[in-house]
């Protein structure tokens, strides 16, 4: 009905839920970042003496960002052509939309899913993009 996904394959959540819920033929992922699995490392990101981001590579972030949706999906039994919708969040649009949209077109070459780019202030940890997914089972 509403089964949690939790997959070993990717970073765990930052905060207390799962990384994607099914609710009959959808299933809902909770914000997916870049972080490496089994790390709290975060892919092109540079840090200053103080902690704060001293600069970042949207291109690393962005290809390791796809591979967690990805893992996330596979614990579900899906796969990238499963997704339907996704919301990307991206914290500098001018500096890293067309990059970011360049690899996009490169994982989605044929039938991308709906997707929706918005600039934010910040997400929850020092990287520079975070998707929202939407993906569905088949129909029978």
Known sequence: MNDGIHSKD???PVG???HARRLGRLLFLSGV???KPGTKDIPGVTLDDSGQVGGYDIAAQT???F?????????AGLGLADL????????????????????????FPDNPPCRTTVE???????IAVELKCIAAWPED
């Not at 591979?67 to 614990?75: F, H, K, P, W, Y």
């Not at 990307?88 to 994982?107: C, G, H, I, S």
């Open 33 to 35: 970042g870049p972080r």
């Open 120 to 126: 934010v202030g910040a997400l929850p940890t020092p």
């Open 63 to 65: 290809r390791s960002v």
């Open 67 to 75: 591979e967690n949706v990805e893992a996330i999906l596979r614990s």
């Open 84 to 107: 339907v919708d996704v919301t990307v969040f991206l914290t500098d649009m001018a500096r890293d939309f067309k990059t970011f949209n360049a690899l996009w077109a490169e994982r």
């Open 16 to 18: 207390h839920y799962p």
């Open 10 to 12: 990717a970073p765990p």
